[in-house]
């Protein structure tokens, strides 16, 4: 089952068996991706995939799919290959997050024709900062279910926040801030061009200033906009993750908070 549920998936029977003979071919600017995939299969299995130019399991990174929007993928598995393409980097990741999925304990990977794409831009949780292991290990979640969007306090140690940044995109995962006038100035630490300004009214200077730095600044839906994007709170564990998946996913906001553009 793929968690959140793919645009398109019509049902397929078979599988595609994983043996160490099994070998990846890895096309365009797809590496990243494959050394992903071929790391699920290693702690699945315990094959260590080699690569090779005529591999029945290709990772593809092709221009020609980005007609599927900047998040999306196709993934066809069938008894014989397996052949995972994306038009980005974030589509290639949710693929692999996707096959991850689909494989079993005795290492088969069940036949599958998706073609999938996100609803909505922003899929986000809230988290309080832990302490940096935790932290990875919450970006670990969120990348599982496809979420790219983890809102933050900056109130912890730069360096740490710094770590949070690059680790969260390593793994498709924007560390979103929320800032106000008087702690703007950690607004360098975060390269993300959303900001967060919780239920604050944006003051023409602050929006100025954001502006001038490329930020969009966002708020906390209240009805009167258009919706960015579903969020969520870690704290509502692995149920809430999902929904907030789905909700992004899929397009239906069942999920008791937003977020919309604070302008």
């Not at 088969?108 to 794409?117: E, T």
């Amino acid at each position: 089952m793929i968690v959140p549920t793919p645009t398109s998936a019509p049902r397929r029977t078979g599988s595609f068996v994983l043996t160490e003979d099994v070998t990846v071919r890895v096309t365009g600017q797809a590496r990243t991706a494959a050394a992903l995939l071929r790391e699920h299969v290693f702690r699945q299995t315990g094959y260590l995939l080699a690569e090779s130019p005529d591999g029945m399991l290709m990772v593809s990174h092709d221009p020609a799919m980005r007609g599927l929007g900047p998040e999306g993928y196709a993934l066809l598995v069938s008894n014989d290959a397996v052949m995972l393409r994306a038009g980005t980097q974030a589509g290639l990741r949710h693929g692999v997050q996707s096959f991850r999925q689909l494989m079993t304990r005795d290492g088969a990977v069940r036949a599958a024709d998706v073609r999938d794409s996100p609803a909505f831009a922003w899929r986000g949780v809230s988290s309080p900062l832990l302490p940096p292991a935790e932290m990875r290990g919450v970006i670990d979640r969120l990348a599982a279910y496809k979420l790219n969007v983890l809102h933050v306090f900056p109130d912890g140690d730069p360096d740490h926040l710094r770590e949070l940044v690059e680790y969260g995109r390593d793994h498709g995962v924007t560390v979103v801030p929320e800032l106000s006038p008087a702690t703007v100035e950690l607004l360098d630490l975060f390269p993300s061009r959303w900001v967060h300004i919780g239920d604050a009214k944006l003051g023409a200077r602050f929006a100025g200033l954001l502006e001038r730095h490329g930020r969009l600044p966002v708020r906390w839906h209240d009805g009167s906009t258009d919706v960015l994007g579903p969020h969520g709170l870690l704290v509502e564990g692995d149920d809430g993750l999902r929904a907030v998946a789905t909700a992004g996913w899929v397009g239906g906001l069942r999920t008791t908070s937003a977020v919309a553009p604070a302008w």
